[in-house]
């Protein structure tokens, strides 16, 4: 219990001696990042209406098709696009974004692995 004050004693101690001068300035480019929409939420974990996954659908398609383009993006895009379709106004042809993901993703990759089952069910 000692060693714990002592190590969160020494923390506070660092970071609060920090001084203005003595940070990382941030440059524009840095902040001009790429910024990703929300990853997709199981409908068990939240529930949400069907325009919040025809948004989000939409949003992962731009970044999937994009030049930011992971196999993550493609795994939100497919779970997402189900989503809207299922839940939402989507028409998202499911078939489509799959063969799409096989040409972008890493083939022994747990996204596209995980597509694959998904397209199964």
């Known amino acids: 219990m000692r060693l714990f004050f002592s190590l969160l004693g020494c923390f506070f101690a660092t970071a609060l001696s920090a001084t203005p001068n003595s940070l990382i ?6 902040l001009s990042t790429t910024h990703y ?5 199981d409908v068990l974990r939240a529930l949400h209406d069907g ?3 025809d948004q989000q659908a939409a949003d ?8 930011c ?10 779970k997402t696009a189900h989503y809207s379709n299922r839940f939402g ?29 998904a397209a199964d069910q």
Do not use: M, R
Not at 60 to 67: L, S
Not at 108 to 115: I, T, V
């Open 25 to 30: 300035p941030i440059t524009k480019d840095q």
């Open 69 to 78: 383009s992971t196999d993550e993006a493609w795994f939100h895009y497919y």
């Open 37 to 41: 929409p929300a990853p997709f939420v």
């Open 51 to 53: 325009g919040f996954y």
């Open 89 to 117: 106004s989507g028409n998202y042809d499911l078939t489509a974004i799959l063969a799409q993901a096989e040409k972008e993703c890493d083939p022994e990759g747990f996204d596209l692995q995980y597509l694959y089952f």
């Open 60 to 67: 992962w398609e731009a970044v999937a098709t994009g030049d």
